[in-house]
T-cell receptor, first 112, second 113 residues
Framework: SQTIHQWPATLVQPVGSPLSLECTVE??????LYWYRQAAGRGLQLLFY??????ISSEVPQNLSASRPQDRQFILSSKKLLLSDSGFYLC???????????FGQGTRLTVV | EDQVTQSPEALRLQEGESSSLNCSYT??????LFWYRQDPGKGPEFLFT???AGEEKEKERLKATLTKKESFLHITAPKPEDSATYLC??????????????FGKGTMLLVSP
């Protein structure tokens, strides 16, 4: 069966520090991968998606970037965090055939 | 632009009091509508996928229905453990030709014993 791992679960970082959140999927090949951010009262906002290694599409211009160095690994990064980067970050995967997405347990990021 | 609107924003029910959550959408060529349940501090958990108007899906006390403009999540005789935020999403096709999910803001359901 397929599983998705996302870490860390919580993170407190000072303004201006770098960020690296990692997500890995097991039990599937060539998944579509997604990074979402969830802010209170705003729902899930799609940040990045990837259909293959090295292929990244950005939905919202911002202080973040994403990379996919391996087929089942998706990384969310920032060189310098802003207070506005605080939020709940979720990684998700789905098969190439249009089906439901499955989410990781999320990372609560607080920038102080 | 694809839009998903969920109502009400919050709903408080007594245990056993049935009700419905609404998800209205605007999308160019619907290719799937998805319902998720999210507990506080957790990632969304998949519940249902609906693909065409008239389709219905059931799981325990939950039933999802779909029309050409909206979807309903019916909750029959809810229990306190049904308390959660319920999210609706539609599948959108980007200019790139790839599909992504556009989510509503969710309905926060609280079921009191």
């Amino acid at each position: 069966s397929q599983t998705i791992h996302q870490w860390p679960a919580t993170l407190v970082q000072p303004v201006g520090s770098p960020l690296s959140l990692e997500c890995t999927v097991e039990g599937t090949s060539n998944p579509n991968l997604y990074w979402y951010r969830q802010a209170a009262g705003r729902g899930l906002q799609l940040l990045f998606y990837s259909v293959g290694i090295g292929q990244i599409s950005s939905e919202v211009p911002q202080n973040l970037s994403a990379s996919r160095p391996q087929d089942r690994q998706f990384i969310l990064s920032s060189k310098k965090l802003l207070l506005s980067d605080s939020g709940f970050y979720l990684c998700a995967w789905r098969d190439r055939v249009d089906t439901e997405a499955f989410f990781g347990q999320g990372t609560r990021l607080t920038v102080v | 632009e694809d839009q998903v609107t969920q109502s009400p924003e919050a709903l408080r029910l007594q245990e056993g009091e049935s009700s419905s959550l609404n998800c209205s959408y605007t999308v160019s060529g619907l290719r799937g509508l998805f319902w998720y349940r999210q507990d506080p501090g957790k990632g969304p958990e998949f519940l249902f996928t609906l693909y065409s108007a008239g389709e219905e899906k059931e799981k325990e006390r939950l039933k999802a229905t779909l029309t050409k403009k909206e979807s309903f999540l019916h909750i029959t005789a809810p229990k306190p453990e049904d308390s959660a935020t319920y999210l609706c999403a539609v599948q959108a096709i980007r200019d790139s030709g790839y599909s992504t999910l556009t989510f509503g803001k969710g309905t926060m359901l609280l079921v009191s014993p």
